[in-house]
C-alpha cells in the first residue's frame, strides 16, 4: 500500500504488545500502562502501519468482535460487528494518509475475514469530521470518559439484495 507521498506502508498484524507505545503516547500520556495495555486485548486483532524497515509501528488499531450497543436491544446477539479500538498514529506521521490507510484495511479486513455487516467505534468528538470524511456516521448520544467527551459511529457493509429480490418490485 503507498500513501499520499508515494511512501509505501506495510500494514500487518501485531502482538497487543506491540500497540503499548503508540497508544500511551497519542491517547493516553498521563494514564497507567494498565489502561493502555487492558486484558481484553489478547482477544483482539491488531495492524501495525510500518514505514520502510522500522521495527517499530508508525501507526496502530485494534478491532475486537462486539455487538453495536444500539442494535443489541433490538436484535439480539446475531448482528455481526466489530468494534474498532484505540487508532493512534505518531504525531510525527499524521496527516499523511497512514491513519486513513490503517482504518481502510481494518474495516476491509472486518468485512471480508470477519464477515462483520458492522464496523463501529467511539470517537472522540475533536476527531468527529475526520471520521466522517472516511465514511464513518455518528449514532446515540455523546457521553464521557473520564475528562474526555465521545460520540459512536459506525459504517455498515452494503449487502446486495439477491437478483430475485430487485426483479420483483
Known amino acids: 500500500m503507498v ?28 494514564a497507567p500502562l494498565a489502561h493502555v495495555r487492558p486484558p481484553e486485548d489478547d482477544g483482539g486483532f491488531h495492524f501495525g502501519a510500518f514505514l520502510d524497515e522500522e521495527s517499530a509501528p508508525t501507526a496502530v488499531i485494534s478491532l475486537f468482535k ?8 433490538n436484535s439480539g446477539a446475531d448482528e ?15 496527516g499523511r494518509g497512514i491513519g486513513t490507510a ?9 468485512w471480508s475475514k470477519l464477515d462483520a455487516r458492522f464496523v463501529w467505534y467511539d470517537v472522540r468528538v475533536t476527531a468527529l469530521d475526520w471520521y466522517s ?7 446515540g448520544a455523546e457521553f464521557w470518559k ?13 449487502i446486495p439484495s439477491p437478483w430475485y429480490w430487485r426483479s420483483a418490485r
Open 80 to 94: 455481526s460487528a466489530i468494534r474498532i479500538r484505540k487508532l493512534a498514529c505518531d504525531n510525527s506521521y499524521q
Open 102 to 110: 490503517l482504518l481502510e484495511h481494518s474495516i476491509q479486513y472486518a
Open 3 to 30: 500513501i499520499d507521498d508515494n511512501t509505501p506502508v506495510d500494514i500487518r498484524f501485531i502482538s497487543p504488545d506491540h500497540t503499548i507505545a503508540l497508544r500511551h503516547t497519542i491517547l493516553w500520556p498521563n
Open 133 to 139: 470524511k472516511r465514511g464513518l456516521v455518528p449514532f
Open 146 to 158: 473520564d475528562e474526555v467527551k465521545y460520540v459512536r459511529m459506525k459504517i455498515e457493509r452494503e
Open 66 to 73: 462486539e455487538n453495536v450497543p444500539s442494535l443489541e436491544e
